[in-house]
């Protein structure tokens, strides 16, 4: 395999570009939630609409805000696995900041690809659905590349050791992405 750069000697400053990191990826992750909602236009009604026509506009919509609402969760999911790691990090290396914009890419994309899966609900290709749940499986993966990179004690990026059993969270982590197999 490719091997990672050293890890920094840990001190003040070290624990500083560890913040950053994080504030960053909230930074991407509170963007990529926030892109949900703009993607959901507005239905333009006509100006002889009346109350039954604009319900009727809203229903049509039902698709897209029941794939905001369930990508909203997902990157949520995401943010908090993401934070409950960086919690326990007090070092860094170039392998964990490349897993981390590799997340943090996989996340943004999936805006698009709620959009695109939504926007096409009643197609009959289920290239949208397949694009979507790839793009599920995508963060799903490099959050558990990205954990087991850090819990990897010879890699000396943790505070202490983790609190938690891990096999029991490899299990966690491995499962959506049989889930979003299985749906594909």
């Known amino acids: 395999g490719r091997m990672s750069d050293p890890p920094p000697p840990t001190d ?7 913040e950053r990191i994080a504030f960053f990826s909230d930074a991407v992750f509170a963007i990529a939630i926030t892109l949900m909602v703009i993607e959901v236009k507005p239905p333009h009604l006509a100006e002889t609409a009346g109350t039954r026509e604009a319900i009727l506009a809203l229903l049509e919509m039902a698709p897209q805000f029941f794939g905001v609402l369930l990508s909203f969760f997902l990157i949520a999911v995401f943010w908090h696995r993401h934070h409950q790691l960086m919690r326990h990090v007090g070092n860094y290396d170039g392998k964990m900041i490349r897993l981390n914009f590799l997340l943090l890419a996989s ?3 999936l805006p698009f690809s709620t ?3 939504t926007e096409n609900f009643r197609t009959p290709t289920a290239l949208p659905s397949i694009l979507y749940n790839l793009n599920c499986i995508a963060p799903t993966f490099f959050t558990y590349r990205l954990f087991m990179h850090v819990l990897n004690e010879r890699n000396g990026l943790l ?3 983790w609190p938690g059993d891990t096999r029991w969270l490899r299990g966690e982590l491995l499962y959506p992405i049989a889930v ?3 749906i594909i």
């Open 12 to 18: 003040h400053r070290t624990k500083f570009q560890v």
């Open 107 to 109: 996340v943004v994309l």
């Open 115 to 117: 959009g695109f899966d």
């Open 159 to 161: 505070d202490a050791p």
């Open 180 to 182: 979003f197999t299985l």
